[in-house]
């Protein structure tokens, strides 16, 4: 299948001056390919760092990922091509999952490309090693094929294959590879309609039965947590009333239910997610909403915006007053009123 559509009048201007990639781009964008490909812990040479696609091209939007592709000759790592290509994958996901790198609202994605690949013809390709384009995009049509719509979507599927159940940041894996499509596809709508290679990606997967996964895998976890609550609320109350002080264990099993992290940044760094900060020491400076803290020795306060507060304990546990954790927080609250240490 080959399809052409019209495209914009000029490259992206937030990347381009004409056909000069900008200086500091240019740097910036081998700086972090760089870190990609030790990222990927293998041993052979890097040919070329080039980035492609809507942003190499003149079908570009606001919601084009920029994307970056460190090229090796795949066989030099392995015989087995599709052990080789799964194991990229998977260093890609995680990647993306621990460096979620953006540029004016624009996604920076990474990927091993074979050197074997053929490109097809039309696409602009811009080589950031050697500062020239190996092949300048047309203004006038860009052509796709099947190749290329699968190549685009191929991470993506293998991303959600890989997602499981209980890993306690599933939740916001699929919230993020959901607003990833979305991107996607608003990319592709905006810039060329429904046959560009973004859309036609999007509905390869949608028809896959990747989406219905998603939303399914996502159900479940938010039933889990409503079910979970009940528990949860238990352990901290029985805490709060002194009747059993909470263990190390006691509080990662909390944590991990919550879907928490241990961070002193707490709400400024994970607004709306519960944290666990190691001080007794606690400022709601520019947290604009409520926040329930418990420490590890039972006293818990309703924290305010822009206060600052002081517990007897080591470490402080906190829950965002937030429509997600509001049934928590009531539960907690009708559980503990006789008895419980609230200042």
């Given at each position: 299948m080959l399809k052409e559509y019209q495209t914009q009048n000029s490259l992206n201007p937030n990347l381009w001056d004409e056909f000069h990639l900008k200086k500091n781009l240019q740097e910036k964008f081998i700086q972090i390919a760089k870190h990609f490909y030790e990222f990927l812990e293998i041993s052979v040479p890097i040919l070329d760092i080039i980035l492609i696609g809507s942003n190499a091209n003149y079908n570009w939007t606001k919601y084009s990922d920029i994307d970056l592709h460190v090229v090796i000759n795949y066989l030099e790592v392995g015989d087995n091509l599709h052990l080789v290509e799964q194991y990229f994958h998977a260093k890609k996901s995680i990647w993306n999952t621990n460096y979620p790198l953006k540029y004016k609202g624009m996604n920076i994605e990474l990927y091993a490309q074979d050197s074997n690949d053929e490109l097809h013809s039309s696409v602009g390709i811009y080589s950031l090693l050697h500062k020239k384009w190996i092949r300048k995009p047309s203004a006038d049509v860009i052509s796709i094929d099947d190749s290329d719509i699968d190549h685009k979507a191929a991470p993506y599927e293998y991303e959600i294959n890989s997602l499981k159940s209980d890993d306690p940041d599933l939740d916001y894996k699929i919230k993020?590879?959901?607003?990833?499509?979305?991107?996607?596809?608003?990319?592709?709508?905006?810039?060329?309609?429904?046959?560009?290679?973004?859309?036609?990606?999007?509905?390869?997967?949608?028809?896959?039965?990747?989406?219905?996964?998603?939303?399914?895998?996502?159900?479940?976890?938010?039933?889990?947590?409503?079910?979970?609550?009940?528990?949860?609320?238990?352990s901290l109350a029985k805490h709060i009333t002194k009747e059993r002080i909470l263990t190390n264990e006691d509080w990662s099993n909390i944590i991990m239910k919550t879907n928490?992290?241990?961070?002193?940044?707490?709400?400024?760094?994970?607004?709306?997610?519960?944290?666990?900060?190691?001080?007794?020491?606690?400022?709601?400076?520019q947290v604009p909403y409520d926040v329930l803290g418990i420490d590890d020795t039972g006293h818990m306060k309703l924290m305010k915006p822009e206060q600052s507060y002081t517990f007897p304990g080591s470490k402080v546990f906190e829950i965002p007053r937030t429509p997600q954790w509001q049934t928590l927080m009531i539960q907690l609250v009708n559980k503990i009123r006789n008895g419980a240490r609230y200042v």
């Open positions: 993020d590879i959901l607003q990833r499509l979305r991107n996607l596809r608003a990319t592709g709508l905006e810039a060329a309609g429904e046959y560009s290679i973004e859309n036609l990606a999007y509905k390869q997967i949608r028809n896959k039965g990747y989406l219905s996964k998603l939303k399914e895998l996502l159900h479940k976890s938010t039933y889990g947590k409503l079910e979970i609550d009940e528990s949860v609320s238990d928490g992290v241990h961070d002193a940044m707490g709400q400024w760094k994970h607004p709306g997610r519960c944290t666990m900060i190691p001080s007794n020491q606690i400022t709601m400076k």
